[in-house]
């Protein structure tokens, strides 16, 4: 879920905005002396095989594989690849950075090749791939926010899993005054990602836009409460101020020292490297809410498949992108092989399911919980074009405010104002 952050110059160019980006003439294969063969970029570790499933039943259609980079890394790629005008047919894209891509000219609308999938899809994650009434991607893996805890450290402190912000505060505070060395969290700089999830719950919309104007509201009320609430948290002690991820960390979600982790529906998938020793010991459970009995969650990470510009077969491009995203086969093995929980809803319900992960086999339901907590999933209305610069001011701002204890809502303002500038350097309209 770690990304590297590029530089403005390397993800945006200055060009037009999300709004009428459509597939560059592309047109139906009309030799009949051979396949249509088109390429697909992608950096899952078991997508070959599924691939293969597809060529095999497919020989009219064939896709080439290849992985030349991950994440915001890819995104970079692709532009410039598009900019010579050679970008593959059908690329993964997290979905924070596909209005990168729509705005750069990379993404195709698809529309007119999705009508029939988009119905297989709930409003949260049709809002990652749709923007001003067009489709430039299908959805391939949800990510709600939920909370993982130790279930073993509970249940000795005779504690039940918070259903509150208030609960999580004061389970994190019997569970440090019980034992100094243990933690219910940790406050992560390194996952903007992880927090702009946590500010989604809240209510909070970073970036809108009609036609050609923007409005940028980082520091809105909803962001400045959950900013408050951690730095509060930190200041009294009872929650750690380190990143995910690290070696330390992972030593301390071994350990005991943490007993708690805020995290998306993928996390079982890390957990056997991050905290090996701790199998069974976990309990995955809805994230604590800002008001009692509200279901809101927010999203950590997820990503598209979308049909890009350069492809001259866009209607065979999102015929095996709908394949792979909706089709029960195709689902079943990136489950099995990718460990992904589906953005469809008629994936989520799929006999892969219906067995825990591995890593939590003490929770014969853990899908099933998922996809009722996906049901409330709300995201941005849109990500910004420039997300990944926005994305570095909050590492960098985070980062210098947990080191020297300063105010974590004036770091949304930094971030704000970062990513307005770079908005406006790269021709943007914001009004805010």
């Known amino acids: 879920m770690r990304r590297a952050i590029l530089t403005a110059g390397a993800i945006i160019a200055s060009v037009t905005l999300l709004a009428g980006c459509s597939a560059n003439g592309g047109t139906a294969n009309t030799d009949s002396s051979g396949p249509v063969k088109l390429t697909f970029w992608d950096w899952d570790p078991g997508m070959d095989s599924i691939v293969d499933v597809w060529n095999k039943a497919h020989p009219d259609i064939q896709v080439k594989l290849a992985n030349p980079a991950g994440g915001d890394e890819l995104v970079s790629k692709l532009i410039t690849a598009h900019k010579a005008g050679n970008a593959p047919d059908i690329t993964k894209v997290e979905y924070q950075s596909l209005p990168a891509?729509?705005?750069?000219?990379?993404?195709?609308?698809?529309?007119?090749?999705?009508?029939?999938?988009?119905?297989?899809?709930?409003?949260?994650?049709?809002?990652?791939?749709?923007?001003?009434?067009?489709?430039?991607?299908?959805?391939?893996?949800?990510?709600?926010?939920?909370?993982?805890?130790?279930?073993?450290?509970?249940?000795?402190?005779?504690?039940?899993?918070?259903?509150?912000?208030?609960?999580?505060?004061?389970?994190?505070?019997?569970?440090?005054?019980?034992?100094?060395?243990?933690?219910?969290?940790?406050?992560?700089?390194?996952?903007?990602?992880?927090?702009?999830?946590?500010?989604?719950?809240?209510?909070?919309?970073?970036?809108?836009?009609?036609?050609k104007d923007w409005t940028v509201d980082i520091k809105d009320a909803p962001s400045t409460k959950v900013a408050d609430y951690w730095r509060g948290l930190i200041d009294q002690g009872v929650i750690k101020g380190d990143p995910f991820w690290s070696a330390q960390w992972n030593k301390e979600m071994d350990d005991g020292t943490l007993v708690g982790w805020i995290s998306g529906a993928w996390a079982p998938a890390q957990f056997g490297g991050i905290a090996p020793n701790t199998v069974g010991k976990w309990t995955m459970t809805s994230l604590p809410a800002w008001t009692?009995?509200?279901?809101?969650?927010?999203?950590?990470?997820?990503?598209?498949?979308?049909?890009?510009?350069?492809?001259?077969?866009?209607?065979?491009?999102?015929?095996?992108?709908?394949?792979?995203?909706?089709?029960?086969?195709?689902?079943?093995?990136?489950?099995?092989?990718?460990?992904?929980?589906?953005?469809?809803?008629?994936?989520?319900?799929?006999?892969?399911?219906?067995?825990?992960?591995?890593?939590?086999?003490?929770?014969?339901?853990?899908?099933?919980?998922?996809?009722?907590?996906?049901?409330?999933?709300?995201?941005?209305?849109?990500?910004?074009?420039?997300?990944?610069?926005?994305?570095?001011?909050?590492?960098?701002?985070?980062?210098?405010?947990?080191?020297?204890?300063?105010?974590?809502?004036?770091?949304?303002?930094?971030?704000?104002?970062?990513?307005?500038?770079?908005?406006?350097?790269?021709?943007?309209?914001?009004?805010?």
């Open 101 to 211: 891509l729509v705005s750069n000219g990379v993404a195709a609308d698809i529309s007119d090749y999705t009508a029939d999938s988009a119905k297989d899809f709930g409003k949260a994650a049709l809002s990652q791939v749709q923007f001003e009434d067009k489709t430039y991607g299908v959805p391939q893996d949800f990510a709600p926010l939920v909370f993982f805890y130790r279930q073993d450290v509970f249940d000795s402190l005779g504690l039940k899993a918070p259903t509150t912000w208030d609960e999580y505060a004061a389970a994190a505070a019997t569970i440090h005054a019980a034992d100094p060395t243990k933690y219910l969290g940790t406050f992560s700089a390194g996952d903007p990602g992880w927090f702009a999830g946590l500010t989604q719950q809240a209510g909070a919309n970073w970036w809108s836009a009609k036609g």
């Open 292 to 432: 009692a009995g509200d279901k809101t969650t927010g999203i950590w990470g997820g990503s598209a498949i979308s049909v890009t510009t350069d492809s001259k077969h866009p209607k065979q491009a999102a015929e095996f992108v709908n394949w792979l995203n909706t089709s029960d086969e195709a689902l079943a093995l990136q489950v099995e092989k990718i460990n992904i929980f589906p953005a469809a809803t008629s994936g989520q319900k799929l006999d892969a399911l219906t067995k825990p992960p591995a890593f939590m086999p003490n929770q014969p339901d853990y899908y099933k919980t998922i996809a009722d907590i996906a049901a409330d999933a709300r995201s941005f209305d849109i990500w910004g074009p420039n997300a990944t610069v926005t994305f570095g001011a909050y590492k960098d701002g985070f980062a210098a405010a947990i080191q020297n204890k300063t105010s974590f809502s004036d770091v949304l303002g930094t971030m704000q104002d970062t990513t307005v500038t770079d908005m406006k350097k790269l021709g943007f309209t914001v009004n805010k």
